[in-house]
């Protein structure tokens, strides 16, 4: 991705994302210019073999998915205001027929379901537009509008939904405005569906704003960079490069809003009437996002799953990095559900195709639950044996009647990340062995194990022989250490990809193949820039505590830099009426919401939306003292000195290279 094609997100805010969000990059690469090399025979017959492990034959998701089909938009592409591609369904018309041997036939048969698109019919006046978003927006049919279940991740793809139901069904107004949970995918295109939200109800789980505009601020720039592996932002859409997300065909580049919500549903259940239509909520903070909610619709015996249930086995550990959910309390809520709701007869949810049928629905929430609590209940029990967690990954298997059900297949997780995320919910990293309490780091191991191995040269011949073999974990284990021994090595970065490639052309899930499909794209070409533009996300950035930014701030301070520094600044916001005092003591920055201290180095007085100029990077904080909209009391080089304590983080730092 070059510069100019700038991402759409900013450097503090796709850091709030669970999905982030970034332009696809040149339509021009293809399979063959990408440099991904071909599958292997290996690879070819891992993935036939899997034709025959799982019931193909089963075509009833593609009939869900297809139910109720009422139009598509006649533009497949959704474009933002600049005329920038926000959606294209074009780039994954490849996706066709059967499975070509680079791509595991699982995840080719969800993602061909991923790009079943268009506004559908899903019960009595409740519709859904599916495939033109990460994830799902719903409509209910209300006395005198539109009651929208979760607006899509951005303004553009929410409101191409809305446009398209008002099409096809009627202009409404939307009456009604739910968020089923703290992750952008699901709030990021309220203004889409809202542009004026005065008078709407707008319903959010517990904690839900708080959660959507601080998750992830403070670890924010790791985070988006892991993301691009995940979500494969930076790989051709293509047999070799990306095919689907698992939980959608991609991320969503654009516009993101946030309305922030005007009743809190805290309790379950609590019954809300929202123009004319009972809604029924089950409260589940902490399941699969830490702020979330499941709703049902008695008159209609429908119910949304929000994205605690899917068609996926779902993360118990995101692999961009997350704090790890807890599969226990995802299970026990999911059995309320079946309690409260197990009389539905339709289920629909924030992402994916639904289910009819009651009989069916139970079978599905059952499995549901079931999955994340065998992966809880089996990683203890092998812990509870001595096992630690690379060992319990590999011998942990689903049952048949769960690893049978497509339903439950990791296409997002996987049965072996997410056993290791029990793991650490409940042991932390470190396994117990002594060995691994103070390893080498990886260059340094690497040069060692390199030298041990008899050099370069013996290492990448054994290796090679592997690679032939088809052993392609193990040729990544030996030569990632040659590659952080000798990054140079051109010999051992292209075979360290072509490992890569066959690993992720064997993957299940989405996300693996993004990762190792994107490492190898980086072990050949390098790392790409990755630029990022804050503009997108002036609503999230406005919610934001201001102690949220102070936080991030004491994150950038440069400890050893810091060491033996004293200073001491107040932050006046006059039109907060808010003194925020900000010292360095022991190399921390502390900072404390407090009346303005006398003694302080500098006092800024400023506004909160001078603030947010500088945070949107609209404005820098030079220009923002020069124009006299920030105002300085006291010592400026005090104030200097304490800025440059601070780091600039570099969002393309090396990942598969040391
Ligand atoms: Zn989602």
């Not at 859409?237 to 009743?263: C, E, M, N, Q, Y």
């Not at 810091?562 to 502390?590: C, K, M, Q």
């Amino acid at each position: 991705m070059s510069p100019s094609r700038a991402v759409a997100a900013g450097a503090l805010v796709l850091l709030l994302l669970a999905c982030g969000a970034e332009e696809p990059p040149p339509a021009a690469v293809d399979d063959a210019s990408s440099g991904h090399v071909a599958p292997t025979e290996h690879t070819t017959r891992a993935n036939a073999a899997v034709l025959s492990q799982l019931p193909f034959e089963d075509e009833r998701d593609f009939a869900d998915a297809r139910r109720g089909f009422l139009a598509a938009r006649e533009d497949p592409v959704i474009r933002d205001a600049r005329g920038r591609e926000v959606w294209n369904l074009d780039d994954f018309a490849f996706e066709t027929g059967d499975a070509p041997p680079s791509v595991n036939p699982s995840l080719w048969r969800q993602a061909k379901l991923n790009a079943i698109h268009g506004l559908f019919e899903v019960g009595e006046g409740i519709y859904q537009v599916r495939g033109y978003d990460l994830a799902n927006v719903t409509f209910v049919a209300g006395a005198t509008g539109w009651i929208v279940i979760d607006p899509g991740t951005t303004v553009e793809t929410g409101r191409a939904a809305l446009e398209l139901a008002n099409q096809h069904l009627g202009a409404r107004p939307v009456t009604g405005l739910v968020y089923t949970h703290s992750h952008i995918d699901h709030f990021g295109g309220a203004r889409g569906v809202l542009p004026d939200p005065a008078g709407v109800p707008v319903l959010a789980p517990e904690g839900f704003l708080e959660e959507a505009v601080s998750e992830n601020v403070l670890a924010g720039t790791a985070m988006a960079r892991r993301a691009s592996y995940m979500f494969g932002f930076l790989l051709h859409r293509g047999a070799r490069g990306h095919v689907d997300a698992g939980l959608g065909k991609a991320s969503t580049p654009g516009i993101f809003s946030l309305i922030p919500p005007s009743r809190i549903v805290d309790a379950t259940p609590t019954e809300i009437i929202v123009d004319g239509v009972r809604l029924v909520f089950q409260n589940t903070p902490g399941a699969e996002a830490p702020a979330e909610m499941m709703i049902y619709l008695p008159e209609r015996r429908a119910l949304c799953g929000a994205e605690n249930v899917s068609h996926v086995l779902h993360n118990l550990y995101t692999l961009r990095g997350a704090k790890v959910r807890d599969a226990l309390r995802w299970a026990g809520y999911l059995q309320e559900t079946l309690r409260l709701f197990g009389d539905a007869e339709i289920l629909f949810a924030s992402h994916h195709w639904p289910t009819w049928g009651n009989q069916r629905i139970v079978e599905h929430i059952t499995k549901q639950r079931d999955v994340y609590k065998y992966l809880h209940d089996q990683t203890l029990r092998l812990a509870n044996h001595g096992l630690t967690p690379l060992e319990i990954a590999e011998r942990m298997e689903l049952p048949p009647s769960l690893a049978g059900d497509f339903a439950t297949r990791g296409y997002y997780g996987t049965v072996s990340h997410n056993a290791k995320a029990v793991y650490q919910h409940y042991f932390g990293w470190f396994d117990g062995n002594p060995t691994r309490l103070h390893a080498l780091p990886p260059e340094e191991a690497g040069r060692r194990y390199v030298e041990f191995m008899g050099g370069a040269d013996a290492l990448l011949e054994k290796a090679r022989t592997s690679y032939e073999a088809g052993d392609y974990r193990w040729v990544a284990m030996v030569v990632d250490h040659l590659v952080f021994a000798e990054p140079g090595n051109r010999e051992a970065r292209e075979l360290l990809a072509a490992a890569y490639d066959q690993l992720g052309y064997q993957a299940e899930s989405g996300p693996w193949r993004g990762f190792y499909l994107t490492g190898a794209k980086e072990l050949r070409q390098g790392v790409d820039e990755l630029p990022f533009e804050t503009a997108g996300a002036a609503e999230i950035v406005e919610a934001m505590p201001t102690s949220l930014f102070f936080d991030a701030l004491a994150v950038r301070l440069n400890g050893p830099k810091a060491a033996g520094e004293d200073v001491v600044l107040n932050f006046t916001f006059s039109d907060l009426g808010e003194n925020h005092v900000v010292w360095l003591e022991n190399a921390v920055l502390h900072h404390e919401q407090a009346p303005a201290r006398e003694d302080a180095d500098a006092t800024l007085r400023l506004t909160r939306e001078a603030w947010n100029r500088i945070v949107l990077k609209q404005a820098t904080l030079p220009k923002e003292l020069l124009s006299g909209a920030i105002d300085v009391d006291g010592s400026r080089l005090a104030l200097l000195g304490f800025f440059a304590l601070l780091d600039d983080f570099e969002p393309a730092f090396p990942i598969v290279t040391p």
